[in-house]
């Protein structure tokens, strides 16, 4: 008999009467290459197939399988069993987000947001495609780089103890994406996403409490953008105030 | 408008003490409370100054109430807190303010740098200014 | 994000004055703390002499720099206080209240330090 490890998995299944959310025990093998997803894939498989979990790549790519593992945001494709004994592992679902089933989250308010703060290349006017493409230097592609890591994992959004007290908030995510095309010398959107972002539940809310760029597994700094945004508004609103006849 | 599956949907609050159940999260709420030390100490400075705007006698009653074991003590903790103000701030800054010479981004070790050495030379002025 | 788009409400004004308090803090308030609250006290530095610090703070410079200092300061705290009170014990819906207490301490704070500093011989 090889070596075991519980995983305390939170179960919550809508379609019974009085579903409270529980938690159940599941011994899994121990295994070195093990991360915990493989661990919920032996449940699946073996023990309970009624169990759901979201998970694609099983390489911290799709940004699917993150969860709650011991209470800190996670993926669970990257969070390695052996790293965890003795156990037992709790495992929930991402913080701040509605639950669905089991340990999948409703994804609609991350999606609203992130579309919120158009993370997309906007131009002034576009380029005929006969012209060919927007080129760009290496030194203009390393501004943003670090921001274009996102994965859109959400784990950051489940660290934020700001977006789980009000989830107007729109949170590190979008606003990383967005700094991510204001800083891309390819796009003219910045006064428009700014716009956006210096609204109430924009930028302002944020109080740098900087989980979000500890639990970000790509190493996104989303905490830092966040700053860098409420800059480059401050000083946009400064302008404005002084020339009023320069802007909008 | 709600659907009847998101009717069913499991939906989590805040727990009340939600920043005493995490370390990172306790030590951000400290980090926010230094404020209230920055004002304190900005409300003593006033006091010395206000001592000392009223000649020598009051100026010795002031120094007389700081040495006092409590105000001390007081202080000190009120200290502890404004360090932690100023090296969370100074750590913050290469992160919240990109430096760009000549479009290059300046290393944020060379940005913490400057802000240190800031700091040093603030200080030393200062302490130079009020002990001549 | 109800707001119409285009129009800056006073937030990011608020958040650059914070931002400047707590730079102006950091790099100002612990030496001085360090000096009138603790080294001298305890004699581990001689206190400075009453004519000495009367011709320090009777330059107007002096007073006008200390007097950005404690505004600013003050701000800095005001504003981390508002956030940390509503976010702390979940008191956001209040904000109008807290926000308008905080400020506002932070303004009589301004006004009761240029008084002090305007009122020196």
């Known amino acids: 008999m090889s070596e075991q490890i519980t995983l305390r998995v939170a179960r919550y299944r809508p379609e019974e009467e009085d579903a409270a959310p529980a938690f159940a025990d599941y011994d899994v093998p121990l295994r ?213 006849w320069r802007s909008r | 408008m709600i659907s009847p599956w998101e009717a069913r949907y499991y939906r989590r609050r805040m727990p009340r003490w939600w920043w005493a159940r995490r370390r990172s999260y306790t030590t951000f709420v400290l980090r926010e409370l230094s404020s209230v030390f920055v004002a304190l100490f900005v409300v003593e400075l006033l006091l010395l100054v206000r001592s000392v705007a009223h000649g020598a006698g009051a100026y010795e009653n002031f120094l007389g109430t700081m040495a006092n074991p409590a105000v001390i003590a007081l202080n000190l903790v009120a200290l502890a807190f404004v360090l932690l103000h100023a090296v969370t701030f100074a750590n913050l800054t290469p992160r919240a303010m990109v430096v760009r010479v000549r479009d290059r981004t300046v290393p944020s070790r060379v940005v913490l740098a400057g802000v240190y050495l800031g700091w040093l030379g603030v200080t030393g002025f200062l302490a130079w200014l009020v002990v001549g | 994000m109800a707001h119409p788009p285009g129009r800056a409400g006073p937030e990011p004004f608020v958040w650059l004055l914070f931002s400047a308090g707590g730079m102006v803090a950091a790099l100002v308030l612990p030496v001085l703390l360090v000096l009138f609250g603790v080294a001298i006290p305890l004699r581990w530095v001689p206190a400075p002499d009453h004519a000495h610090l009367l011709a320090v703070l009777g330059h107007p410079l002096t007073r006008l720099g200390l007097l950005g200092v404690c505004a600013l300061a003050l701000v800095h705290a005001a504003h981390r206080l508002r956030f940390t009170v509503e976010h702390a014990f979940q008191l956001g819906r209040f904000d109008p209240i807290i926000a308008a207490a905080c400020y506002g301490a932070a303004l009589a704070g301004t006004v009761a330090a240029a008084s002090v500093l305007w009122a020196f011989p």
């Open chain 1, 32 to 244: 070195a290459d093990w991360a915990v997803l493989d661990g919920l894939n032996h449940i699946k498989d073996e023990l309970d197939g009624t169990l759901s979990y979201r998970w694609s790549c099983r390489m911290g790519i799709c940004g699917s399988c993150g969860m709650m593992i011991n209470g800190d945001p996670r993926l669970s494709c990257a969070t390695f069993l052996s790293d965890l004994t003795p156990g037992p592992v709790r495992i929930e679902p991402l913080a701040h987000f509605p639950v669905i089933r089991d340990l999948v989250v409703d994804l609609t308010d991350f999606l609203h947001h992130l579309g919120q703060v158009r993370p997309w290349l906007i131009r002034d006017e576009e380029q005929p495609v006969e012209q060919g493409e927007y080129l760009q230097t290496p030194a203009q592609l390393q501004n943003f780089k670090q921001f274009s890591m996102c994965i859109n994992c959400m784990l950051c959004y489940a660290a934020c103890p700001v977006y789980g007290l009000d989830d107007a908030f729109v949170g590190p995510a979008a606003i990383a994406l967005a700094h991510r095309y204001d800083l891309d010398s390819r796009d003219e959107g910045d006064r428009e996403r700014l716009t956006i972002l210096a609204q109430p539940d924009g930028v302002w809310d944020c109080t740098f409490v900087g989980e979000c760029s500890a639990a970000c597994p790509k190493g996104v700094d989303p905490a830092g953008a966040i700053q860098q945004v409420k800059l480059a508004a401050a000083l946009d609103a400064v302008k404005s105030l002084v020339l009023p």
